[in-house]
């Protein structure tokens, strides 16, 4: 479904990302992994049109979407949330969600329609699945930071995605509240069929969900394969998972 | 419950000005309806999309002199040259728009107000079409006999005809203002003024949506500046010089950029004071920026935040 080839990205002479290669299959479940600063973000970037790449590609479904700005990306029905929660502070919850539907939906352009008369029930219904009802009407800056990272993967469900990115979806969150997003993130992924790439921290969770896992390191990858795989490379043993063990 | 119409109830209260026999209340509140206009476009920009323009004056002056342009040289009537006057300061919004939104911040700020330098100095030197430094004088009363004629209204003036017609006009413009601040357009403009950065990728063409938002308020700016050149009975440079830009942007601080009629208030307070205190004393400047650094400190969501914190303090007290 997305191949990503080859793709470079240096800033000022710093190159974050030095040729990765990246193949993800359909409704499958892929985790880039690696230590700070390895370049998963500026990966997802690369993807998503947020930063274009210096050299190589992205292909979507054998379409070549490389350096395409992020909002005609998201219409080919990608989405992501980010490791920073980035969402609309002053909206409430509600809001929040609602425009993430307009905007999907091509409601973009719609001068005089009533906003109020739009996706009521769909957004409800959203909000439900991620636990958010109750705090419908809050404004979202003043949630909770495990809650507004529940909203950040919301606005990436609104847009109906069939590829979602989730660049560390559970970061900050309390054990509890890591347990319950996976098991959301898991089930609706399952549900809709969806193929979904996210990179995480916690390990537990990357062996507990990933089909594939990729380990990136100072801009490269170096290790990919099956869980069992990655867990049995030398290599990822030593920069990585090492690390963690001393 | 719903809100009581605050904006129809006002506009309706509006048209009696005239009975109170002053020309010199009617001469203030349609200076008052026409800025209120001019400020509400501003706030398209400002409150709705986060977008600061320092050069919001020239599609106001723009409206000025197409409208007094086509009145005055070509006996276009009223009723076409006020559309023509939005349609126009519109386009120039679009050509210059394109431009602008290509930068963020302080540096789209910046380029709207060099636009509007050029159109200023374009109006301030085509002696052949504006008149140069002299302006365009004598902008002729669209023909409001017919206004006399209507039952009730034949023993005003013409000009309380002409504020009446803009009092009609300008809330009509602010009825269209207000659908597009609650359409689907409107609330995703507020996601870009929250987050452009999340707003693409919620899918919103970012630049896009902004250049439409400002095409929309320069063509309700020149409308204004249409109803002004008129009501000033001709037209001058100044009316797209920088100083009316910062005017405007005091007028939508001060009433408040979070609310819809906040800008129309804030211009309600700014020119009613002005014509008070400057009648008292020649300190008007000095006045206006001591009472706008207290409204920043004390109150940053301008009167219209102020009064409507202690609405709502007062209406839980009497729940209490
Ligand atoms: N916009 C930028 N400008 C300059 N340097 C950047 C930029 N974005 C990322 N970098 C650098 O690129 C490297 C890779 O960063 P990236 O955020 O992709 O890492 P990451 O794998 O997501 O790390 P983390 O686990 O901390 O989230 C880092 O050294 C970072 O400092
Ligand atoms: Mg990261």
Sequence with gaps: MLEVRGVRKAFDGFQAVAGVDLTVGKGSICAIIGPNGAG????????????????????????EITGLPPHEICRLKIARSFQRTNIFPRLTVFQNIQAAFLSHRGHGLNLFGNVERYYRAETETLLGSIRLSEKAHEISGFLSHGNQKQ????????????????DEPTAGMSATETHETIALIERIARDHGLTLLFTEHDMEVVFSIAQTIVVLHQGRVIAGGTPAEVRANPEVQRVYLGERGR | MSRPPWGLLAALAALFIPALGSRFYTFVATDVAIMALFAVSLNLLLGYGGLVSFGHAAYFGIGAYA????????????????????????????????????????????????????????????????????????????????????????TYRAGDHFYMLTVALVAACLWLLRRVVRSPFGRLLTTIRENPERAEFIGVNVRRHELIAFVIAGLFAG??????????????????????????????????????????????????????????????????????????????????????????????????
Excluded at chain 2, 115 to 125: E, H, L, R, S
Excluded at chain 2, 295 to 309: H, K
Aim: proline share 6%.
């Design chain 1, 151 to 166: 909203l950040e993967l919301g606005l990436a469900l609104a847009s109906e995605p069939e590829l979602l990115l989730l």
């Design chain 2, 223 to 320: 409308i204004a500046g249409g109803l002004f050149g008129i009501f000033n009975r001709g037209v001058f440079p100044d009316f797209a010089y920088w100083p009316k830009s910062s005017e405007v942007l005091i007028m939508t601080i001060l009433g408040g950029t979070g609310y819809f009629y906040g800008p129309a208030i804030g211009a309600l307070v700014l020119l009613v004071l002005n014509q008070q205190i400057t009648s008292y004393t020649q300190y008007w400047p000095f006045i206006l920026g001591t009472l706008l650094i207290i409204l920043l400190f004390a109150f940053p969501g301008g009167i219209v935040g102020a009064l409507s914190r202690l609405g709502s303090r007062l209406g839980r007290a009497r729940r209490a």
């Design chain 1, 40 to 63: 998963k973000t500026t990966v997802f970037n690369l993807i998503t049109g947020h930063l274009r790449p210096d050299a190589g590609s992205v292909t979507l479904n054998g379409r």
């Design chain 2, 67 to 154: 409208c007094g342009i086509l009145m005055k040289y070509h006996a276009v009537p009223f009723a076409l040259a006020l559309p023509a006057a939005g349609l126009i300061a519109g386009a120039f919004a679009a050509f210059f728009g394109f431009f602008c939104v290509r930068l963020t911040k302080i540096y789209f700020a910046m380029l709207t107000l060099a636009f509007a330098q050029i159109v200023w100095a374009i109006c301030f030197k085509w002696n052949s079409v504006t008149g140069g430094e002299q302006g365009m004088p004598e902008i002729p009363y669209p023909d409001l006999g017919w206004a006399a004629r209507l039952p009730g209204l034949g």
